[in-house]
């Protein structure tokens, strides 16, 4: 199979790029990806010379570019997308643009050229915010309540549509909350564990006692790659890894592995919005397709911390232009005010 990875630079799509080249030795993989801020080639440098991979720098939104590789692929699996929650409440209209603009481009692609599948990953932040019990099923009604996650919820409002109207054989996926390595350090895991690392403070939003349902990168492209292969046109899969647990907690998880005190620990302005927990139920997955999360929490946290501790020179120019671009953002309300 030749199947064009959209966002493959960034921390998902990357991940995704090195098991299908691992595992899938008779598939061939491009990835497509712009390159901003979450997107990073140094993931990508050892791929080069592997016969089944090649790289494009552009962007989703460009029609004949998108059109020209959908000509010589047989699949998308389309990661590409703003995700960061903060982000969209301060610059909505990159994410429509991106998000919703962009995904409506693949989907024109793919079903010009006759793709053999489709697979749109999403999030559960699409459903919104769940109460102190139950989790998210496939058939848990839309309710998003960020930016972020309004597109997302119309990106896949669209895919839908491909499907029932064109017959598009596409599929979506929806995640929570991804850890690993190769992670973007203004996520909360990546942040807190280089934060902690350069003691400086950890920023918990509200009382820090949001729960999230806590998924290995690997097992999620393990997911994603079964639904590829077998997964029913015109599906939602849910995946998740079953591992609730509050940012508080992965705080204090994170500090003691690192042996850094709790005094780095700020409790700063809650986010508006801000979802109370989410949770995922993965049973159809797990029954029709027969995927099971191999990582339990604590060991992959602990294999992820020490993969930040052996790979500073990854992460650490990320760090800086992060740093950068909130001193720039920083400086330009100032001198508006």
């Not at 643009?97 to 932040?125: C, I, K, M, P």
């Not at 400086?200 to 939003?205: G, I, K, N, T």
């Not at 949001?210 to 999620?220: A, I, P, S, T």
């Amino acid at each position: 199979m030749r199947i064009l990875v959209t966002g493959g630079a960034g921390f998902i799509g990357s991940n995704f790029a090195r098991l299908v080249l691992a595992e899938r030795p008779t598939d061939a993989v491009t990835v497509l990806d712009a390159l901003t801020y979450a997107g990073n080639y140094e993931t990508l440098r050892p791929f080069e010379g592997h016969p089944g991979f090649r790289f494009v720098h552009g962007d989703i939104r460009d029609a004949s570019l998108v059109d020209a590789l959908a000509a010589t692929h047989d699949a998308i699996v389309h990661f590409a997308a703003e995700s960061h929650v903060d982000r969209s409440i301060s610059d909505p209209g990159v994410f429509v643009r991106t998000n919703v603009e962009g995904t409506v481009v693949l989907l024109e692609a793919a079903h010009r050229h006759g793709h053999a599948r489709y697979v749109q990953v999403s999030t559960d932040e699409v459903y919104g915010s769940l109460g102190p019990t139950g989790a998210f099923t496939e058939q848990t009604p839309l309710a998003p309540n960020s930016p972020y996650a309004a597109s997302k919820a119309a990106a896949d409002m669209m895919v839908r549509a491909w499907h029932e109207t064109f017959g598009l054989p596409a599929m979506i996926t929806r995640c929570s909350n991804n850890y690993g390595p190769f992670h973007f350090p203004e996520k909360l895991i990546p942040l807190f564990i280089t934060n902690a690392m350069h003691d400086e403070p950890l920023p918990v939003y509200g009382d820090g006692l949001y729960v999230r349902d806590w998924l290995h990168v690997e097992d999620h492209c393990r997911a994603i790659a079964r639904v590829l292969d077998a997964g029913r046109p015109g599906e939602v899969y849910n995946v998740g890894g079953r591992n609730e647990h509050t940012n508080l907690a992965i705080t204090g998880l994170i500090l003691r592995a690192l042996g850094k005190p709790e005094t780095l620990v700020r409790h700063v302005q809650d986010r508006p919005g801000h979802d109370r927990r989410y949770a995922i139920d993965a049973a159809k997955l797990e029954r029709e397709l027969g995927w099971q999360p191999r990582y339990d929490f604590e060991t992959g946290l602990a294999e992820t911390i020490a993969w930040y501790q052996a790979n500073t020179s990854w992460w650490g120019p990320l760090r800086e232009r992060a740093i950068e671009a909130k001193r720039a953002a920083a400086n330009r309300v100032s001198s508006r005010g």
